[in-house]
């Protein structure tokens, strides 16, 4: 594969690795895109995976609706869906970084049965970030967040200082000048901030509380790696130290198994920084997830 389609949207997509072996998929954050996984997927095909790093909605070319409407995590969710369908897939280990990462989170938790095991990179769950808020000082390091969802201000100021930002907040100088040079590409600078402009608007928060009422269904504990940088500027340790609680409490007497939490004392560019403790924690959790099978 090299795209794939949903509703009119066209996603690049890097495919690599045997297409009969199972399948990891790599979702990028910001301000990255499929290239960001150079370092991690030579290590899984190496293994024997199936490597499938997509281009998300608002990086590929052909996937950028101009509304942060068209942004929210369901239909972000839903792209990654119609990934595994395109690719024959009905499951796959999900892996993901920073925005990446929250996508991660959220399959996991809306289509478990998609979803064979989940290793998140830097970004801490939804009750952690929830945590951190209110008991950390996850506020003030999501302040930034507000530039970014401003119109149109944070397209023109990265696309004249992305690469001294990136490399200041300690993206390797290659990689940031990757991402900077595309930043400036014609059309390339709305998508990615239309994520965080969806996060924060205030009508979309409202829908989404609405369409949280009723009971809630159990989820299955997957086997679950969290990988994160304790000098991440982006995230609390209270963040990240509620993710590890909740998920060792719901794993319960299956913890040391199912969960696999590695700090690292490092920042945030995990994918290009850690490519080999990633490779690691991935496969630990594919076998992990293939004796869970084996015993079903």
């Given at each position: 594969?090299?795209?794939?389609?949903?509703?009119?949207?066209?996603?690049?997509?890097?495919?690599?690795?045997?297409?009969?072996a199972p399948a990891v998929v790599l979702l990028h954050g910001w301000p990255q895109d499929r290239t960001s996984w150079h370092k991690v997927a030579p290590g899984l095909t190496d293994a024997g995976m199936r490597v499938l790093a997509p281009d998300l909605r608002g990086y590929s070319p052909g996937a950028r609706p101009p509304h942060h409407h068209d942004y929210v995590m369901e239909e972000?969710?839903?792209?990654?869906?119609?990934?595994?369908?395109?690719?024959?897939?009905?499951?796959?280990?999900?892996?993901?970084?920073?925005?990446?990462?929250a996508l991660a989170w959220s399959i996991a938790s809306s289509h478990p049965e998609r979803v064979d095991s989940l290793t998140v990179l830097s970004t801490p769950s939804p009750s952690g970030m929830a945590h951190g808020a209110r008991h950390g000082d996850q506020l003030?390091?999501?302040?930034?967040?507000?530039?970014?969802?401003?119109?149109?201000?944070?397209?023109?100021?990265?696309?004249?200082?992305?690469?001294?930002?990136?490399?200041?907040?300690?993206?390797?100088?290659?990689r940031a000048a990757h991402d900077a040079a595309r930043l400036k590409r014609p059309g390339a600078g709305e998508g990615p901030?239309?994520?965080?402009?969806?996060?924060?608007?205030?009508?979309?928060?409202?829908?989404?509380?609405?369409?949280?009422?009723?009971?809630?269904?159990?989820r299955p504990v997957l086997p679950?790696?969290?990988?994160?940088?304790?000098?991440?500027?982006?995230?609390?340790?209270?963040?990240?130290?509620?993710?590890?609680?909740?998920?060792?409490?719901?794993?319960?007497?299956?913890?040391?198994?199912?969960?696999?939490?590695?700090?690292?004392?490092?920042?945030?560019?995990?994918?290009?920084?850690?490519?080999?403790?990633?490779?690691?924690?991935?496969?630990?959790?594919v076998r992990v997830a293939s004796r869970g099978a084996s015993a079903a």
């Open positions: 594969m090299r795209y794939y389609s949903r509703d009119g949207l066209t996603f690049d997509v890097d495919d690599s690795g045997p297409a009969d972000l969710v839903a792209d990654v869906a119609a990934l595994l369908d395109a690719a024959g897939l009905e499951s796959a280990h999900v892996v993901g970084h920073d925005w990446g990462g003030r390091r999501s302040l930034y967040m507000v530039f970014f969802a401003l119109p149109l201000l944070p397209v023109l100021f990265f696309r004249l200082f992305a690469q001294q930002v990136l490399e200041k907040i300690g993206m390797p100088r290659e901030f239309n994520w965080y402009r969806a996060a924060l608007s205030p009508t979309l928060t409202w829908r989404r509380s609405r369409a949280k009422g009723g009971p809630r269904r159990a679950t790696a969290f990988l994160w940088g304790t000098k991440d500027p982006a995230f609390a340790s209270a963040s990240t130290r509620h993710t590890v609680q909740r998920l060792r409490e719901r794993a319960g007497a299956d913890a040391d198994e199912l969960i696999d939490a590695r700090p690292y004392e490092t920042g945030h560019w995990l994918p290009e920084t850690h490519a080999e403790e990633i490779v690691d924690a991935v496969l630990g959790r």
